[in-house]
């Protein structure tokens, strides 16, 4: 027994001996390459149980030829090792170096491709993670992409509408100030109108702006979607009547919801005004409310003879303007930007879609 821990304490410090020393050239060559870390590694494991072996015979006073087998022996097995553990290294390595190429391809704005092969279950876990970043990021260049062109095509539109009426102003402003006028009570009307107008198209910037920068302040209340849209109705009667358009409200569940009311006020402002304004004379804007499976939904369905398919994905989209079927809008194309992001900060969704003579627009809010 005595003789089994004298040679178990021998094998270990000489094992000891190497380990400590191939710790300390690993922590030389940390920042090699994988190859020489893997060598050392395997260089240590080989030369712990070399040293241990050849420790333990020397203990054991073997003849000179019993130490010499023992010795080459044990010699042959650290050089197999040796070389296994290098080609090893060179393997992980190249797998290593093809996922480099392929990640700094993905880094330079291309799209990630897994390398060819059969890489470790570490680099292929690695990858898979890799896959799944550049999916999301492609997905956020296309929305970035597509927020620029909005963003173009508002700067474009805002421009536009701008113009139009700051020329008349100016030209107004400088026939009362001429004198030319010949009433200048109708020029100061207008020119009041279009202030008005412009108005209300700087305050929906502002809101958008504020909905876009998550700084838009909801002062959430329990309230009555009945009472909510019977107002609405009440305030959008004079320009239904304008239009020559008959507003419908009779299907409209007394549901309770938890939400800002000045907010939703407005979404159904800016819904029922869209509406309006597409449905032709005659024509019929229909508001629903009712319970489903996800919440409460809230829908306005107009008479303007439908959106195109193509054109459905954009229609809450920054600057957004119909076109073919719709007739386009005298505003800068916010007012449904801001419905979807209202309704988008009270936890709810927007959503379209076309129905027959028409499309309908739906409000999703979760139940008080």
Known sequence: MTDILLIALFAFLGAAVAGL?????????????L????????????AAMLAGTLTVAWAMFLSPHDLYVVTTVVA?????????????????AARSRELTLATRSFGDGGTFAVPAGQPTAEL????????????????????????????RELVAWISHDLRTPLAG????????EDGMAADSGRYLRQIRTEVERMNAMVGDL???SRIQAGSLALAPAR???????????????????EHGVRLVGDRIDEVPVEVDGKEMSRVLGNLLINAIRRT????????????SGSGVVLSVTDGCGGIPEEDLPRVFDTGWRGSHARTPPAGAGLGLAIVRGIVEAHAGRAEVRNVQGGCCFSVTLPTA
């Open 21 to 33: 020393l191939g710790a300390g050239v690993l922590r030389l060559l940390r920042h090699r390459s």
């Open 35 to 46: 190859v020489v870390s893997l060598s050392v590694v395997a260089g240590v494991a080989v």
């Open 76 to 92: 042959m097995a650290a050089l197999i090792s040796l070389a296994t553990a290098v080609l090893l290294g060179r393997w992980v």
């Open 124 to 151: 292929a876990a690695l990858a898979r993670e890799l896959a799944a970043t550049s999916a999301k990021l492609d997905s956020s260049r296309e929305r970035e992409r597509a927020l620029e062109t909005s963003r």
């Open 169 to 176: 102003l100016r030209a107004m402003a400088e026939a009362l």
């Open 206 to 208: 502002f809101e958008l």
């Open 223 to 241: 309230i009555s979607l009945y009472d909510l849209v019977g107002d609405a109705l009440a305030g959008a009667d004079p320009l239904a009547r």
């Open 280 to 291: 032709p004379p005659d024509g019929t804007v229909a508001v629903a409310v009712h319970r």
